[in-house]
């Protein structure tokens, strides 16, 4: 009775909290913070980006350029490096057969980042900081140690993908450990880049987007893809002669799509718009300007990510080594070494992936791959370093100078990358991909989970909350992504084929699934107290 009390005061509207003023669509006010205060430090949030007025109630494109901006950020999740080695697996892999799925995870994400920019613009806050109001202690603390790992996954790929990109660029001059230390000046450059400006940032990242979809667009139009297969391929959801290696495939492209720490971003990214949050019109109008670009930015990104599937569904689907190995004897591409003179099916990866492709179409189509790769890895700093900084400021209310956390993250992510770029070769510093994607995959539900949950409670959304289609369809995107996590880890671990690491995965998994369970557990709870509340007219 005693909790249900605390329960019902929690979701009651707040005039004044901590001497913040909260507003009539939040109950949950902004965070206060006097240490903050008294010790300022670098934010995103320190320039606000004014939203014009118009005269006219109609769609506006001066006011869409004001919003523009977030959307692209946290778009670049969509095109890190481990996104586009799910892209050419699944080309060279499943020829075009499996474009539905990009194209269906892609719309999933779509819909996510809705919900995620809606909690940032109705109440004020991002997911994180939600999170530290709603969640008891313990829970709060792993479900951020969850966040982390994804984070530190991605940052680990952004690694990955820039030393393989600079060895590809030098013709093997750059060995890939000194390309993993070189990848510790981008965080400098990004720090300082950051000086210049909200908007100037955003472009500079739109113009890293621009660089990925010029290189791997040159690609798309060098090979000439066959564009009746492609299409049939993106809107016929069936995959015709498929086994275990197409399906398998057809989960890593959702484990690679959907990120859970861009979540946590894309909630916080939209708090750098001036909205009048007591007002009702103008959160409706930043709603509906986000949503549409939104959507803008993962279009672009998925037609990029279509250029690397396209190209390698049309040029090297149904490969065998010999093939290539053949080809590339004739071309004088060095890297022979990579294909076995067997009749193997071909298996690509990024490094691999610019081989192939310069042994097949000249020099050029090497080096502007390994551009492509390179912008890939350069753009996702972005993501771990806001993502980082968001969710630490959220989960434990700590501050920290923007240069400390990116420091963090980076050493966290080079060392275990450096130890197999010097010890292994680019076939294991490439394999680390597969795992930092089923990594990062087995995350999702603890971004998934929470955002449902909040933007399903009237007590956080007010008018804004979802519907019941919304909630019945977000429970069963949920349900989906567990199982496909369960199959992505079990395909994973019998790979490995050791016995101490199938115990040791069980015991994971049953970890993994209690904790799923506790969150939706918690979140029914939350959701049955509210609708309680709401019956017996206790708010």
């Known amino acids: 009775m005693k909790r249900e009390k605390n329960e019902k005061s929690k979701l009651k509207d707040s ?3 901590n001497g913040v003023h909260t507003n009539q669509y939040s109950s949950i006010s902004p965070p206060a913070s ?33 919003f523009t901006g977030p959307g692209f950020l ?12 799910s892209d050419l697996q699944s080309g060279a892999k499943a020829g075009f057969k499996l ?57 680990m790929q952004e690694v990955i993908g820039c030393a393989i990109a600079l060895n590809l660029l030098s013709v093997g001059r750059i060995p890939l450990w000194a390309g993993v230390l070189i990848t510790i000046t981008d965080t400098f450059v990004f720090l300082f880049l950051d000086k210049y400006g909200l908007r100037k940032l955003e472009a500079f990242f739109g113009f890293l987007i621009t660089v990925m979809a010029l290189s791997f667009g040159y690609e798309y ?36 799509v959907i990120m859970p720490h861009n979540i946590y971003l894309h909630s916080a990214l939209v708090k750098s718009r001036e909205v009048d949050r007591k007002n009702k019109k103008e959160i409706k109008e930043a709603n509906k300007y986000f949503f549409i670009e939104s959507s803008i930015a993962l279009f672009i990104s998925f037609l990029i990510n279509v250029f690397v599937v396209a190209v390698f569904a049309q040029a090297f689907y149904n490969k065998s080594n010999m093939e290539v190995n053949a080809e590339c004897n004739v071309t004088g591409i060095p890297h022979t070494d990579l294909f076995p003179l067997n009749n193997d ?7 691999k992936g610019g081989v192939v492709l310069g042994c097949f179409f000249g020099p050029a189509a090497l080096y502007i791959w390994a551009i492509g790769i390179l912008a890939a890895g350069q753009s996702s700093t ?17 501050r920290w100078s923007r240069f400390a956390r990116v420091l963090l993250t980076r050493s966290i992510a080079i060392t275990p990358t450096l130890l197999v770029a010097i010890f292994q070769d680019v076939q294991h510093l490439t394999g680390m991909n597969d795992f930092l994607n089923v990594l990062q995959s087995m995350q999702l539900p603890f971004a998934l989970i929470p955002i449902l949950t909040f933007t399903s409670l009237t007590s956080i ?10 909630k019945i369809s977000g429970g069963i995107v949920i349900l989906v992504v567990c199982a496909i996590n369960m199959y992505f880890v079990v395909v994973y671990v019998t790979s490995l084929n050791s016995v101490l690491l199938y115990v040791f995965a069980a015991l994971l998994s049953i970890a993994y699934l209690c904790f799923v369970g506790y969150l939706v557990s918690y979140t029914t709870a939350t959701v049955s107290l509210c609708f309680h509340t709401l019956w017996s007219g206790g708010w």
């Open 34 to 66: 006097p240490v903050a205060e008294d010790n300022p430090f670098s934010t995103y949030f320190e320039e606000k980006v004014h939203i014009p007025e118009t005269d006219s109630q109609a769609f506006s494109f001066r006011k869409l350029w004001a």
């Open 74 to 85: 946290m778009s670049i999740a969509y095109l890190d490096p481990g996104n586009i080695e």
């Open 345 to 351: 099916t071909l298996e690509v990866d990024i490094y």
């Open 221 to 256: 139009v060098l090979v000439k893809p066959d564009q009746g297969e492609l299409l049939k391929g993106m809107f016929v959801p069936y995959c015709a002669g498929c086994g275990p290696v197409q399906l398998e495939q057809a989960v890593g492209v959702v484990g690679a």
């Open 99 to 155: 474009l539905w799925v990009l194209l269906v995870s892609t719309i999933i994400g779509l819909l996510l980042q809705r919900l995620a920019a809606r909690l940032g613009v109705v109440t004020g806050m991002h997911l994180a900081e939600i999170c530290n109001r709603q969640y008891p202690t313990v829970p709060r603390i792993i479900l951020w140690l969850m966040v982390e790992l994804a984070i530190i996954g991605s940052d």
């Open 15 to 17: 005039p004044q909290e």
């Open 461 to 470: 959304m007010n008018d804004f909350a979802n519907g019941l289609v919304w």
């Open 382 to 398: 972005m993501t771990g370093t806001y993502s980082g900084q968001f969710v630490m400021e959220g989960f434990l209310n700590l």
